[in-house]
Nanobody, 122 residues
Framework: VQLQASGGGLVQAGGSLRLSCAAS????????MGWFRQAPGKEREFVAG????????YYADSVKGRFTISRDNAKNTVLLQMVSLKPEDTAVYYC????????????????WGQGTQVTVSS
């Protein structure tokens, strides 16, 4: 599966953004999806994940209550709605896919999008 992330940009603290990840291939619904982020000088970290049906979602503690992950298998897309953004949310955001359950370890994901920059100004 090929992934294409979009929707990043510059926003003030307290603002909102919606990231989108478009997937190619007819087997999108068989993959679990995750969003990760990487800030300069830091390791890539798990942000949110969703199972194949969209019925189960998982979040890092740092974004719980502010970010919402969802998927539309008919459109081969996964979204990350981000509200109440903070300067510490500034990072390159990546979508990723794997064929088993949602996990938080980046190395266990098989497919990655190219990343989209999110910058939150104070």
């Amino acid at each position: 599966v090929q992934l294409q992330a979009s929707g990043g940009g510059l926003v003030q603290a307290g603002g909102s953004l919606r990231l989108s990840c478009a997937a190619s291939g007819r087997t999108f619904s068989s993959y679990v999806m995750g969003w990760f982020r990487q800030a300069p000088g830091k390791e890539r970290e798990f942000v949110a994940g969703v199972n194949w049906s969209g019925g189960s979602t998982y979040y890092a503690d740092s974004v719980k209550g502010r970010f919402t992950i969802s998927r539309d298998n008919a459109k081969n897309t996964v979204l990350l709605q981000m509200v109440s953004l903070k300067p510490e949310d500034t990072a390159v955001y990546y979508c990723a896919a794997r064929g088993d359950r949602v996990v938080t370890t980046p190395a266990l994901y098989d497919y990655w999008g190219q990343g989209t920059q999110v910058t939150v100004s104070s």
